[in-house]
Each structure stands twice: as structure tokens, then as C-alpha cells.
């Protein structure tokens, strides 16, 4: 059968070329997974809310090119809850079981705790509630954390780079205040939104004198403390090798003071390789907790990668590095059913074949520094 091939550009870097969406293709066999062309099954959506932010972080949203001027996308073009739960449903019935709702920052967009609740009622395909987390900064978290917990949200992640105000302050370029944040994760410590996790990415001579202060002050406390290689994800935030500190050497650092065990995966496809604080008997005590380190520029995980992302105004990405996206708000918005949208979700799964992170080293530098990789805060972490 003939398909039908929808050229598509992607309006947040106009220099990618098309990428066609096949429509009519077979759908996914109902008596195993939908896998891509490396084997790898559709289990996690991160699904972007918003591509605005009130922090300024200079590896993810820098002052210099997100300024005041910056044409952020109106509101007409975000996708509705209505489309965003329309589609997590269709990505559910391929395989789906976690959502992650990120940003920029989550929080900021209108009513979001009614997209929680709106998701909450779908279903996995055994039946199940999916796995529903939300990565945010923080700095709304007090104010949102009980309303988020009764809507249906079973748990979020804090990105928090320091302990230190100052050094805090510097990193996230608006002045605010770390006390805020922590007072984000205690309300949502209180309101049940659990087991959380805080993400610290790790700049080499701009916060890695906060990996120790940062262990020790959640070692114990029921939170998991993840340390993120530095990354060149998007092209403005000015990556270079020589900022990422390598995770084996945080782990070295964090090794002179504290006791550590490796631990085992928690799921398949985790990108965090997982260390167990150890009690008086050299075995994990999970009273005082764990770390976690995510490693994707020295230890790719690229070959056990489940993850899609989603971004807010319905364009779907293949990789946290990728240079284009398949658009889904057009068939969405031109009345396409549930069958033809499906069948493109397959289409495009089964054809991934990203490794980006598991090639870089590969890659001349000009061709590296030439990529227009897609904005974090576009898509998400």
C-alpha cells in the first residue's frame, strides 16, 4: 500500500530538514512490544508543558540568548490538555508506562494540576495507572505540591545545583534563593510526592565544590541525590569538554567521605547507575539513602534507551540530542483518528535508531560544533 508522507519543518531550528511521517504502515503486532530498529521498547514519554522558564541557568537557558526579546511560542501553539492526554493515550496503548511532565519549568504553565488529573485517569496497556512524575525546579513547589499529590501526581524530581546561596544564585541568574527550593521539597516531602529524587548537574570550577555539601545533606533524608554530567544538549549554552567533570571522579570525590556500594538498576533502561550508602557492616543501609550518577557524555547508556520526548507544541523527538522532530499537532488538529496517528507513532519508533551519545567521541568536532541540536528547555530533560 501507497503511503502517505507529510513533509514536515520544524519551526525552532528551520534549518533541519523535512522529516516525513509515513501514515499508513501495519500497526505494532498486539502480542509483543513496539521496538525500535536497535531492539529498544517505547516505555517512558516526557512530555514538555511549556517552553518558558523563570530561572536563566547557563547550561540550559543562558541570559545571553534567552533574554527578554526571546520569541517564545504563543499560546495557541501549545498543545492543549485535551491533545496532550489524547496523545499520552495513544502512547500508552503502545507501550507506554511512565509519563514525565517537564519544561522549561512545568509549573509555570496555567492549571497544570488539571493535566495531572487528566492523565492520572489513563490506563497502561495491563490495565494500570502509568508511572506519573514531573521534573521542576522548584521555586513553585511549595506553593503547588498538595494541589499536584490530589490530582494524581505520584512523584517529582528538583533540579538543585547548589546548597551554597551564592553559588545557587549564580547558576540559576535570576537571584533566587536555595531556601525557597528546599522549602519546595519539604512541602513536597509532606504532601506524599514520593520517592523524590534532586538532579544536580555538575559544572567543573562552577559548582563541584558542592558535591560533598550536597551528599551530606541529603544522605538520610529519603531523597536520591542525582549527580548529571554536564551535557551539549541544544547549541547555546556554550558546551566544551573541559566543563564536564566526569562522574568517576564525583564518585572518587564523594568515596573520601562517605562509604559507598554499587547498587543495581532500579528498571530497565535507567539512566542513573545507582550507589548505596553503607552502614557499620559494609552493606547498603537504605535508611541513609543512595546516589545516583547519569553519565552520558563518558558512559552512554544510548543502547538501553526507552525514552520519547514530546514537546509543547506536539513535535515528537527520538533523542535528547536530535536535530529534528515529527510534527503531531498537525494530524491532530486535521482530524485524524486514533488508527492513523497510531500507526504513524509506530512508524516513527520502529525506524529510531538514535545513539547520538554513544557516537559523539566519533564525530569530528566540526560537525559537532555545527549541529543545531534542539533546545533543552524545548524539550525537556
Not at 41 to 55: A, E, G, H, Q
Not at 245 to 264: E, G, H, I, K, N
Not at 281 to 300: K, N, W, Y
Request: with cysteine.
Amino acid at each position: 500500500m501507497a503511503e502517505r508522507v507529510i513533509p514536515l519543518y520544524d519551526q525552532r531550528n528551520p534549518r533541519a530538514p523535512a522529516l516525513p511521517i509515513p501514515r499508513s504502515v501495519a500497526l505494532a503486532a498486539s502480542d509483543g512490544p513496539l521496538l525500535d530498529r536497535l531492539q529498544r521498547p517505547l516505555r517512558d514519554l516526557r512530555i514538555s508543558v511549556t517552553d518558558r522558564c523563570n530561572f536563566r541557568c547557563s547550561y540550559c537557558m543562558p541570559k545571553e540568548v534567552f533574554g527578554k526579546d526571546y520569541p517564545y511560542l504563543p499560546h495557541a501553539d501549545l498543545l492543549t490538555f485535551e491533545e496532550i492526554t489524547r496523545l499520552a493515550r495513544l502512547f500508552l496503548a503502545q507501550g507506554v508506562r511512565k509519563i514525565r511532565l517537564t519544561g522549561g519549568e512545568p509549573l509555570l504553565r496555567k492549571d497544570v494540576e488539571r493535566l495531572v488529573e487528566m492523565l492520572a485517569g489513563l490506563r497502561t496497556v495491563d490495565g494500570m495507572p502509568p508511572e506519573l512524575t514531573l521534573t521542576t525546579n522548584g521555586s513553585l513547589l511549595k506553593r503547588k505540591a498538595r494541589a499536584l499529590r490530589d490530582a494524581g501526581l505520584q512523584r517529582v524530581t528538583v533540579s538543585l545545583d547548589a546548597l551554597d546561596d551564592a553559588v545557587f544564585q549564580r547558576m540559576n541568574d535570576v537571584g533566587f534563593p536555595v531556601a525557597q527550593v528546599l522549602d519546595g521539597i519539604a512541602a513536597a516531602q509532606d504532601a506524599g510526592l514520593a520517592p523524590i529524587k534532586v538532579n544536580m548537574v555538575v559544572k567543573r570550577g562552577t559548582n563541584d565544590d558542592q558535591i560533598v555539601p550536597m551528599a551530606r545533606h541529603f544522605r538520610g533524608s529519603g531523597i536520591a541525590l542525582r549527580f548529571i554530567e554536564y551535557m551539549d544538549v541544544g547549541s547555546s549554552n556554550g558546551w566544551c569538554m573541559d566543563e564536564v567533570l566526569p562522574s568517576a571522579q564525583v564518585l572518587a570525590r564523594l568515596q573520601q567521605t562517605f562509604a559507598l556500594v554499587p547498587l543495581q538498576p532500579s528498571s530497565p533502561g535507567e539512566t542513573a547507575e545507582r550507589w548505596g550508602y553503607a552502614g557499620a557492616d559494609g552493606r547498603h543501609d537504605p535508611a541513609l539513602g543512595e546516589v545516583g550518577f547519569i553519565s552520558s557524555v563518558t558512559q552512554a547508556f544510548c543502547r538501553d534507551c526507552n525514552r520519547a520526548r514530546l514537546s509543547t507544541e506536539g513535535r515528537l523527538y527520538l533523542c535528547l540530542f536530535a536535530e529534528q522532530g515529527y510534527d503531531l499537532r498537525a494530524p491532530l488538529r486535521s482530524g485524524a483518528s486514533d488508527t492513523e496517528i497510531t500507526a504513524s507513532l509506530a512508524a516513527i519508533w520502529s525506524q529510531r535508531a538514535d545513539r547520538y551519545s554513544e557516537i559523539r567521541a566519533l564525530l569530528p568536532p566540526e560537525t559537532r560544533r555545527a549541529a543545531r541540536r534542539i533546545e533543552m528547555s524545548y524539550i525537556g530533560g
